[in-house]
């Protein structure tokens, strides 16, 4: 019996690290960003909360800015992702309290700002650009939290990350599915190309620190 679960351990790790493998980031965080970033816990979980409510109000403002673009299945899409953020935020907050922190009353993601800084505002690609910088931040998330998994000593933490894994890898592919269901498939992909070197960019002009888009030192 315990040879199988073994076998099965094994099997699931080896199938995390293939879709690890299998994102198109241009870049790739050495597991050593991961003890750097967990030395502050409180703070890294600080940064999480807000990651978390700032992707659920992401969420909600796709839902309901942009009601002539709505393809099927949008709202319901968009409903689906804002509900799990708020369900990780939850969480987030939950350890946080527990470990004697607190939110705090600002908050400043330069990596966010920066992508969404690419934005088309007020043009046709806005809603195109939107969905873009949110599957890359999916997806730059998902690569974290498994090197943050991977690293830490912490097992409340190492199990919270790992849980968040799949969760941001769906999520990342659902915002690109969208992506290409609501524009033509060329424009998506050649708009989402020039995005993933933007991203690795921005990334790479980022402080270190104990944030889940912190620079690498």
């Known amino acids: 019996m315990e040879r199988h679960v073994s ?16 994102l198109p980031l241009r870049s790739r ?4 960003w991961g003890p750097s970033a967990l030395a502050d816990p409180i ?3 600080i940064d999480h909360a807000f990651l978390e409510m700032k992707a659920a109000q992401n969420a909600m403002e796709l839902m309901t800015r942009w009601p002539k673009e709505w393809t099927p299945g949008w709202v319901e899409t968009m409903t689906s992702v804002a509900r799990d953020e708020t369900a990780h935020l939850a969480q987030v907050t939950r350890l946080l309290i527990r470990r004697g922190g607190q939110l ?5 993601s330069f990596y966010a700002a920066a992508l969404r800084g ?5 043009k ?3 809603t195109l650009d939107r969905l873009c910088v949110s599957a890359l931040i999916e997806a730059r998330s998902c690569e ?3 090197v943050l998994a991977s ?12 849980a968040l894994f799949s969760s941001e890898l769906g999520h990342y592919k659902v915002f690109l599915k969208l992506a290409y269901k609501m524009a033509p498939a060329e424009e998506v992909t050649r708009r989402w190309e020039q995005m993933l070197d933007h991203e690795a960019r921005i990334l790479a002009e980022q402080e270190p620190g104990c944030r889940i888009h912190s620079g690498v030192a």
């Not at 705090?104 to 400043?108: D, I, L, M, P, T």
């Open 104 to 108: 705090e009353r600002g908050h400043k």
């Open 7 to 22: 076998r099965y351990l094994e099997g699931v790790a080896v199938d995390i690290v293939e879709k690890i493998k299998a």
């Open 118 to 122: 690419l934005v088309r505002s007020g």
């Open 43 to 45: 703070a890294l979980l």
């Open 124 to 126: 046709t690609g806005e």
């Open 151 to 162: 690293t830490t000593a912490d097992e409340e933490l190492g199990a919270f990350y790992r």
């Open 29 to 32: 965080t050495p597991m050593e």
């Open 144 to 146: 974290r939290f498994y």
